[in-house]
């Protein structure tokens, strides 16, 4: 359901006439196209017949080191030993699933968390339980509270899954300073932590933050993307685990597609090598901070009373909740009728939270959109807050519709 | 164990000095890497934004319609909404498996079968039954006989997997007058047919085999790939699929990577639109064609009495059986020792079977190597063949050392 709530926005969102804040593509038209065609014929003409060949289940060695250079700028320091590449950190998720989880563990996750994160789990009939955030991330307090009570209750949990750098979807970083509290707070309940970090060098301030892995490499499984900092379109990903259950996660790779594409680990490998991908992340940055930017201010000029928004540091996403009395979910419909997509909180959690809650996106339309798309959608928070104070239920006619919008919503 | 003995044997044969009839690897370098190198190149100039970008977990559009007009060639009449695009075939084996093992069901399959589909049942703890096959392929009284032995003892089978044509890892093709005879043993057991098919198109005379799913759409789940007719490096394999397997293949897609690589897919709608395919794989099955004969030849020119062998129609493989008293598996180190690699039968089957027989590739190396190989593999053989004739075993030091060649047996 979850799934089909995405593809059924996806579907709305590609309508050239909507401005989407919905979507979590990258901005993948500022990559330099002409250096990039030519580095993929360089490939074929000069490794061919590797890179159109069969590889190894654990992925490109020369890859894997490249790998683990990215990963020292968030304070990582791995071997390529301990590198499983995968198709987008996705693949990567859903193998450390098979590895670990059976029909009725429990994993603690943030709340909200993740969207197809929570499938993957479900997929693998495990429960989630989510954890409060603040601005600041999660609450080691309630994380171990929450450690406490499912232990009492017989449910120990076998993982905790965090997004601790600018989070999708709450925009929300988890505070340098309860960084080591979380890692300490999972190492004594026996949890092992499953960090997925593909926003980490997307920070539009300052430096990378250091990484929960860098300060506890026998208790995290790293989970690493190219996806928002190259391209998704190659679907290279990765997974830094301890040794022992990197071994079964080569063994689950293998199972699932023998090796994944040399074609695609040689052309991030080469690009990586070849290419000022340092700089092309700082022209990433820059557009993706005008963005953010252009985002917060329209919220702070356009948003009612009531409205109140995260501000994150980096990554993708902005959290937004909706006063008392509004449902997202029920104001989808209208909201796209009126040009606007977001993605209603209710998909982040796995127990029907977040109905007051939305995520917006500001990674793929230009600045101007997504003023003009927030500017639609405070209008539309207004109109169903002027329904909610003169009729106390903002019900209309869509609200008894799809859930999701439809061809006839546009 | 299989797939670590496969890794162990991949490195063995990766060394320069061993004539390797052990994988399975196509010779991607008889591609015409310059148009390749041109068309990727295009493709990122052309349609970068596109390609670089996320696609949809079915898979792409174009490409999927590209897939019915390959399968056509096989007498298939489909519907590109009912392919799913995958990381090679064996993620989409891995998806099927997913969507309808659970633990402790019965997959039957041939005898010997394709490794890694056994390692694919095993995963999903399904157990795998064999039926035998002769020159023309399985015999469909014994799979009707299978299918009601198991629904006796309360384990009726929930597939048929079977590699109809061309098969790995015995080289034989189930004959079109047995086909009708197959899908109606399947039809009446109610099993699912899975036919696997990576080497139709490899046929080395006349014309292409009628795939199963030609004759049977709503009882047959059919797996391509391209990873043979164009490039494994690429990953692009396909399923297709009745529209309600293929609505859950489709999500566990989703749920298993997000969607495949858009590069990858574009890459060989690409090809496939643009360089004239057909001709390719014909100058494909030439070069195959030359290395079976090679191979074919060379074996009855070498092996002593009491070998045997199949005689393949196309695709990679062709399946020795050894005289009464050898081992392939304990003669394995010593065909190592003598530059030669095979993979021993054991591996091909759930239940220990396959002892005499082997597994011999002629895809890879040019014909001059296999002959070499054949010739050396043949003196290996006569050695065990008098070991066993003077002592009534075959025993020797390597046969207590490691089961599959180490280094130091190089």
Not at 42 to 58: C, F, P, W
């Amino acid at each position: 359901m979850v799934a089909s709530e995405v593809r059924a926005l996806f579907a709305v969102a590609a309508r050239p006439e909507i401005v989407s804040l919905a979507g979590g593509m990258p901005n993948v038209s500022a990559l330099p196209m002409d250096a990039v065609a030519a580095m993929m014929a360089d490939l074929v003409t000069e490794r061919g017949s590797v890179a159109l060949q069969y590889g190894s289940a654990q992925g490109d060695p020369s890859l894997r080191e490249t790998i683990c250079t990215v990963m020292a700028e968030e304070g990582i320091d791995a071997h390529p030993d301990d590198v499983v590449v995968t198709v987008g950190s996705q693949q990567a998720l859903d193998l450390v699933a098979r590895v670990f989880l059976d029909p009725g563990d429990t994993v603690v996750t943030e709340g909200p968390t993740y969207v197809t994160a929570l499938g993957t789990f479900a997929a693998y009939q495990a429960r989630a339980v989510h954890v409060d955030m603040d601005e600041l991330g999660v609450l080691p307090e309630a994380l171990a509270e929450t450690f406490a009570r499912l232990e009492r209750a017989g449910r120990k949990a076998k993982l905790f899954y965090t997004v601790p750098t600018f989070q999708n979807p709450a925009g929300v970083t988890l505070a340098a300073e309860r960084r080591l509290r979380v890692l300490e707070v999972c190492r004594r309940a026996g949890v092992l932590v499953l960090e997925d970090n593909p926003y980490g060098l997307l920070h539009l301030e300052g430096e990378p933050m250091r990484a929960l892995r860098a300060d506890a490499p026998a208790d995290v499984v790293y989970l690493g993307s190219f996806s928002k900092t190259l391209a998704p379109g190659l679907r290279v990903g990765w997974a830094l685990a301890p040794s022992a259950v990197r071994d079964k996660l080569v063994l689950a790779a293998e199972s699932a597609m023998l090796s994944h594409s040399a074609f695609a680990q040689l052309a991030v490998d080469r690009y990586l090598r070849t290419q000022p991908w340092q700089e092309q992340l700082k022209a990433f940055r820059e557009m993706y901070r005008e963005r953010r930017d252009a985002m917060l201010n329209a919220l702070q000029e356009h948003m009612p009373a009531g409205v109140s928004w995260t501000r994150p540091g980096g990554g993708f996403f902005v959290w937004v909740t909706l006063p008392e009395g509004l449902d997202s979910k029920a104001m989808l419909p209208r909201a796209v009728q009126n040009r606007v997509a977001y993605v209603p909180g209710t998909g982040f959690y796995a127990d029907g939270a977040g109905q007051r809650a939305m995520r917006l996106s500001y990674c793929y339309p230009p600045p101007e959109r997504i003023a003009e798309g927030v500017r639609t959608l405070a209008g539309v928070i207004r109109g169903e807050l002027e329904l909610w104070e003169t009729f106390g239920t903002t019900a209309h006619p869509h609200s008894r519709g799809p859930q999701t919008p439809g061809p006839d919503h546009s």
